[in-house]
């Protein structure tokens, strides 16, 4: 669900920045729809790699994850940005959106493994959910730096999201320099491949 909203946000914002029909308020819309279906896909896409993984590839899958998902943040800025300066940010989100189709098309065809929870439908979403909030409630270092990550982007991430592109546009050249900042970014923050003490994966 999360990668077809998301999905539908990105072919949206192409087609309507394509057209020169796109709006402030329509991207305002969109960015908040794309952001809750993104905020569910990290913490469920990690829930669901032990259902179609066997319990003994479980590590080394998890590390592929991490490794690929670490190197995806890295490319992808710089990518965008090339994209976005070459043709156009109504181009980069119609790749986007090429993109997403394909993630969703190898997501529909996983296969859970026998004996998943999903696949037993052992417990229902909302006791899932509670599951969840009990487990995050109990571990005090994970509600702690989820609070510490939720003030570091309210006062950090989101201005420099909003004021960068537009000193890169006024200052640096564009599109192409602002994707050069957020990948330099990424190369100082990405994530150990593995994240072995994150991944939801190792609380089971």
Request: proline content about 6%; some cysteine.
């Amino acid at each position: 669900m999360s990668l077809a909203v998301r999905l539908a946000v990105a072919a949206v914002l192409a087609a309507t920045l394509m057209t020169g029909t796109a709006s402030f308020g329509l991207l305002l819309a969109m960015a908040a729809v794309y952001g809750c279906a993104d905020g569910f896909f990290g913490p469920a896409s990690s829930a669901l790699l032990p259902d179609v993984v066997p319990g003994e590839q479980l590590a080394p899958a998890d590390a592929v994850v991490g490794g690929s998902t670490s190197s995806a943040r890295i490319a992808a800025p710089a990518a965008a940005g090339l994209v976005v300066a070459a043709l156009g940010p109504g181009s980069a989100f119609a790749f986007q959106a090429a993109v997403l189709a394909v993630a969703a098309g190898c997501l529909a065809a996983a296969r859970l493994s026998p004996g998943s929870a999903a696949r037993s439908g052992q417990a229902g979403p909302l006791r899932q959910l509670q599951a969840g909030w009990a487990a995050f409630a109990r571990l005090r270092w994970l509600w702690l730096l989820t609070a510490e990550w939720t003030v570091f982007s309210l006062i950090i991430l989101a201005p420099v999201a909003v004021l960068g592109p537009e000193v890169a546009l006024r200052h640096l050249g564009g599109a192409a320099a602002w994707g050069l900042i957020t990948r330099s970014s990424g190369d100082g923050s990405g994530r150990l491949p593995g994240r072995p003490w994150s991944s939801p994966a190792w609380f089971r």
